[in-house]
């Protein structure tokens, strides 16, 4: 079977660099709360956000007006919010160890919600990334959590199309990934600006919204690389992956890290040349699982999971893994999810015996869409 | 070895499948558009017609003949929508897949009997002055057709006068589903063609509609009750009125003209969609010749049987769709793959 033997020569290119025994004494044992992820039952016709457990067993469904995100978890609060897919019109505060719906938000005038949404660490804001879509301007909505979710202002998101936001370590700066495509509710999800889009990763004071940072890639192709999803890297790096918006033949790197630091630029992650194909000019989710010194990055329409190593940013191998897109940090490493129902550990530090006893689950009927979460215990 | 001319018959075959796969993908709007104007769009409206007449029906019966206990007169009407609905029910994109439309209409397969246990509630209890607002936001089991169908093919009269041990009055709820499968239906019809998705994303979410209904039809429909260990005739959908299998004849109809206008109708002259029709069609008449329910049939000799191989027959016809048809129209059937974000 394919994924066992990608996997046995992704465990072999581990240890052969010694990282092998470093990995299972480390392992995220507070990371056994479960999973929330955004899915589709096929049987009901219905949007869902769900609860897993660590067992991977469903402990509840909510089902959504439609088709949902992202989600985020309250710091210290029993709550988490399910957003809608972009043009979205709602967002769902719910209850996280009942499922209940608790608030519902919808979008400010001339607003819609963009799929992503990210909490301060004490729990009192919230941001969304927003579109204003008669300027085609990207906007970060501010919201009160404390006053029940209310929409207190909104700034700018320095750029067009902003996709996922993340809070920086530093518990102020907001990283946004500006996807640089305009969009319009009258059209749909069509792409209104391909020939001049500029996709950028901005950082943001979130205390008053000042752009206190802003990357670009370089060259005009480069510039086709939509910039849609993060993940925080350890010394203040961020990892982006990208999606390529046009089909020209070129074979682009897509997934790229900042250092955080005004003034440089993207570093592309190595990859080598025949996966770089196989990518098919689109990521899906990014996660970084320091613990386990992996950084992951999905491509549903490749059918496959990349690894790299966080200290060397080394290419590690990669998972098949076909239609999946859902990433979240596992007891010991990466938990991914597809489209026809199936979660498995990808735990790339497995060997042997342990390996066999593959954490994994297909749900029948199930869909699991593009975003999970890890929870903590 | 085999004959020269099966040899031969199957090299033609391959090349004109290799033809056929190199070939222009379909015009994909026209192809959505069509199968909206022809199929989908036709049969949310027939639906709305017949859940407005069993509305009006359900009215009718509880204010002239409610205390009499005969229900011929509603219950044919419930068929008819219940038909309509099952025409549309493999159809999982779009508006049905917003608000729960899907699961409001028909809340099934229910293994933990839900509905039974929402519905014993609801009859404990005085029905309120507002039910027919409300019944919208409760639980989506009290909703649809399954909760319906408890109130007309059951002993008890659908009457206006609450029967003995009960306080809710089986006439007043029983005019607020059909109220609420009326407004559903409505809404259905008047959604209009998705204009939320490109139309290749549109025909592959039909392509997976097809898929998901052949599926979810010889697994769940059939397969479970009729299951070679443990057959459970409560599991077959619609058990109560004796229309399980009725079910299936209509789904399987639908499904085959499904598949007629994805394949041939898409301009793909390919001679194997006629195989792949002629097995449609040969479940259709399988499924007529065991009789509309379910629940008698396995109780027969030979039933289980019978309703393992049709399960296996469409199983078949999934596993070749599901096999050709992203190629042949250059569309893909994941999830995430398919239209991302």
């Given at each position: 079977m394919?994924?066992?033997?990608?996997r046995?020569a992704?465990?072999?290119?581990?240890?052969?660099?010694?990282?092998g025994?470093?990995?299972p004494?480390n392992t995220?044992a507070?990371?056994?709360?479960?999973?929330l992820?955004?899915?589709y039952d096929?049987i009901?016709?219905r949007?869902l956000?769900?609860?897993l457990g660590?067992?991977?067993?469903?402990?509840?469904?909510l089902?959504?007006?439609?088709?949902?995100?992202?989600?985020?978890v309250r710091?210290?609060h029993d709550?988490g919010?399910v957003?809608a897919r972009?043009?979205?019109?709602f967002?769902?505060?719910f209850?996280l160890e009942?499922?209940e719906e608790?608030?519902r938000l919808?979008?400010?005038?001339?607003?819609h919600?963009?799929?992503?949404a990210?909490?301060s660490?004490?729990?009192k804001?919230m941001?969304m990334t927003e579109?204003?879509f008669?300027?085609?301007r990207?906007v970060?909505g501010?919201?009160d959590?404390?006053?029940?979710?209310?929409?207190i202002?909104e700034f700018s998101?320095?750029g067009?199309g902003p996709?996922?936001?993340?809070?920086?370590d530093?518990?102020?700066?907001?990283t946004v990934?500006n996807?640089?495509?305009?969009?319009h509710p009258?059209?749909?999800?069509?792409?209104l600006n391909?020939?001049?889009?500029?996709p950028s990763?901005?950082?943001i004071d979130s205390?008053?919204?000042?752009?206190?940072?802003?990357?670009?890639?370089?060259?005009?192709r480069?510039q086709?690389?939509?910039i849609r999803?993060?993940a925080l890297?350890?010394?203040?790096r961020i990892?982006?992956?990208?999606?390529?918006?046009?089909s020209d033949g070129?074979?682009?790197p897509?997934?790229h890290v900042?250092?955080?630091?005004?003034?440089t630029?993207f570093?592309?992650l190595?990859v080598?040349g025949?996966?770089?194909?196989?990518?098919?000019g689109y990521?899906g989710?990014v996660?970084?699982a320091?613990?386990s010194n992996?950084?992951?990055?999905s491509?549903?329409?490749?059918?496959l999971?990349?690894?790299w190593s966080?200290?060397?940013?080394a290419?590690?191998?990669?998972v098949?893994f076909?239609?999946g897109?859902g990433?979240a940090l596992s007891?010991?490493?990466?938990?991914?999810?597809s489209g026809?129902?199936r979660?498995?550990?990808l735990t790339?530090?497995?060997?042997?015996?342990?390996?066999?006893?593959?954490?994994?689950r297909?749900?029948?009927?199930r869909?699991?869409d593009?975003h999970?979460?890890a929870?903590g215990? | 070895?085999r004959?020269?001319l099966?040899l031969a018959f199957a090299t033609?075959?391959?090349?004109q499948?290799?033809?056929a796969?190199?070939?222009?993908?379909?015009?994909?709007k026209a192809?959505?558009?069509?199968?909206?104007?022809?199929?989908?769009?036709?049969g949310y409206a027939?639906f709305?017609?017949?859940?407005?007449?069993?509305?009006?029906e359900?009215?009718?019966?509880c204010k002239?003949t409610?205390?009499?206990p005969?229900?011929l007169a509603?219950r044919s009407?419930?068929?008819e929508?219940?038909d309509?609905?099952q025409?549309?029910?493999?159809?999982?994109?779009?508006?049905v897949?917003e608000?729960?439309?899907?699961?409001?209409l028909?809340f099934?397969p229910?293994?933990?009997g839900?509905?039974e246990?929402?519905m014993?509630?609801?009859?404990?209890?005085?029905?309120?002055?507002?039910?027919?607002?409300?019944i919208?936001?409760?639980?989506?089991?009290?909703?649809?057709?399954?909760a319906?169908e408890?109130?007309?093919f059951?002993?008890?009269?659908l009457?206006?006068?609450?029967a003995?041990g009960?306080k809710?009055?089986?006439?007043?709820?029983?005019?607020?589903?059909t109220?609420?499968?009326?407004?559903i239906a409505?809404e259905l019809?008047?959604?209009g063609?998705?204009t939320?998705?490109?139309p290749?994303a549109g025909?592959?979410?039909?392509?997976?509609?097809?898929?998901?209904g052949l599926e979810?039809?010889?697994s769940?429909k059939?397969k479970l009750p009729a299951d070679k260990e443990h057959?459970r005739a409560?599991?077959?959908?619609?058990?109560?009125?004796g229309r399980s299998?009725r079910n299936?004849?209509i789904?399987?109809?639908?499904?085959r003209?499904?598949?007629k206008?994805?394949a041939?109708?898409a301009?793909d002259?390919?001679p194997r969609h006629?195989?792949?029709?002629?097995?449609?069609?040969?479940?259709?008449d399988n499924?007529?010749?065991?009789?509309?329910n379910g629940?008698?049939l396995?109780?027969?000799?030979k039933?289980?049987v019978?309703i393992r191989a049709?399960?296996g027959?469409l199983e078949?016809l999934?596993d070749?769709?599901?096999?050709?048809?992203?190629?042949?129209?250059?569309?893909n059937?994941?999830?995430?793959?398919?239209?991302g974000?």
């Amino acid at each position: 079977m394919a994924v066992r033997i990608d996997r046995r020569a992704f465990n072999a290119s581990l240890l052969a660099l010694g990282l092998g025994a470093m990995l299972p004494g480390n392992t995220r044992a507070e990371s056994t709360a479960g999973f929330l992820s955004t899915g589709y039952d096929k049987i009901r016709a219905r949007h869902l956000i769900s609860r897993l457990g660590a067992d991977l067993d469903i402990r509840w469904d909510l089902a959504l007006p439609a088709r949902g995100h992202d989600v985020a978890v309250r710091p210290a609060h029993d709550e988490g919010i399910v957003v809608a897919r972009r043009p979205g019109r709602f967002a769902i505060v719910f209850d996280l160890e009942r499922g209940e719906e608790r608030r519902r938000l919808t979008p400010a005038t001339g607003r819609h919600f963009y799929g992503h949404a990210v909490y301060s660490p004490d729990g009192k804001t919230m941001w969304m990334t927003e579109n204003d879509f008669d300027a085609g301007r990207g906007v970060i909505g501010v919201y009160d959590v404390t006053a029940g979710y209310k929409r207190i202002g909104e700034f700018s998101s320095g750029g067009t199309g902003p996709h996922e936001l993340l809070m920086k370590d530093d518990g102020r700066t907001l990283t946004v990934a500006n996807g640089g495509i305009r969009t319009h509710p009258d059209s749909g999800r069509e792409k209104l600006n391909i020939g001049s889009m500029r996709p950028s990763l901005a950082y943001i004071d979130s205390t008053d919204g000042t752009l206190t940072g802003e990357v670009f890639f370089d060259t005009p192709r480069m510039q086709k690389l939509s910039i849609r999803h993060m993940a925080l890297l350890p010394g203040g790096r961020i990892a982006v992956g990208c999606q390529d918006q046009i089909s020209d033949g070129a074979i682009l790197p897509l997934v790229h890290v900042h250092d955080g630091v005004d003034g440089t630029s993207f570093k592309a992650l190595p990859v080598p040349g025949i996966m770089l194909d196989r990518f098919s000019g689109y990521c899906g989710s990014v996660v970084s699982a320091p613990e386990s010194n992996v950084l992951a990055v999905s491509s549903p329409r490749g059918g496959l999971v990349g690894f790299w190593s966080l200290s060397d940013q080394a290419w590690r191998g990669h998972v098949d893994f076909a239609d999946g897109c859902g990433l979240a940090l596992s007891r010991d490493g990466i938990m991914a999810s597809s489209g026809s129902g199936r979660l498995e550990d990808l735990t790339p530090m497995k060997t042997g015996a342990a390996m066999l006893e593959a954490h994994a689950r297909r749900h029948t009927f199930r869909q699991w869409d593009n975003h999970m979460l890890a929870l903590g215990a | 070895m085999r004959h020269p001319l099966v040899l031969a018959f199957a090299t033609a075959a391959c090349i004109q499948l290799s033809l056929a796969a190199a070939a222009d993908p379909p015009d994909y709007k026209a192809l959505q558009s069509a199968i909206y104007d022809h199929q989908i769009g036709p049969g949310y409206a027939l639906f709305a017609d017949k859940a407005h007449i069993l509305d009006y029906e359900t009215i009718r019966h509880c204010k002239n003949t409610g205390d009499a206990p005969d229900m011929l007169a509603v219950r044919s009407k419930f068929h008819e929508a219940l038909d309509a609905w099952q025409a549309v029910q493999h159809i999982r994109h779009g508006a049905v897949a917003e608000n729960d439309r899907h699961a409001r209409l028909q809340f099934w397969p229910d293994k933990r009997g839900i509905t039974e246990r929402h519905m014993r509630k609801i009859l404990a209890e005085p029905a309120s002055d507002t039910l027919k607002d409300d019944i919208a936001a409760s639980s989506v089991a009290t909703q649809g057709f399954p909760a319906l169908e408890r109130l007309l093919f059951s002993d008890i009269a659908l009457s206006r006068r609450a029967a003995p041990g009960e306080k809710a009055v089986r006439c007043r709820i029983a005019e607020a589903i059909t109220h609420n499968i009326a407004a559903i239906a409505h809404e259905l019809k008047a959604s209009g063609q998705p204009t939320n998705v490109d139309p290749k994303a549109g025909v592959a979410d039909i392509l997976s509609d097809l898929v998901t209904g052949l599926e979810f039809i010889q697994s769940l429909k059939l397969k479970l009750p009729a299951d070679k260990e443990h057959p459970r005739a409560h599991l077959f959908e619609n058990w109560r009125s004796g229309r399980s299998l009725r079910n299936v004849e209509i789904n399987i109809r639908a499904l085959r003209e499904l598949y007629k206008r994805l394949a041939i109708d898409a301009g793909d002259d390919d001679p194997r969609h006629q195989l792949i029709l002629d097995q449609f069609q040969q479940a259709e008449d399988n499924v007529r010749a065991m009789g509309e329910n379910g629940k008698s049939l396995l109780s027969e000799d030979k039933g289980p049987v019978r309703i393992r191989a049709l399960a296996g027959t469409l199983e078949s016809l999934r596993d070749q769709i599901a096999g050709t048809m992203p190629d042949r129209l250059k569309v893909n059937l994941g999830f995430n793959s398919l239209d991302g974000d």
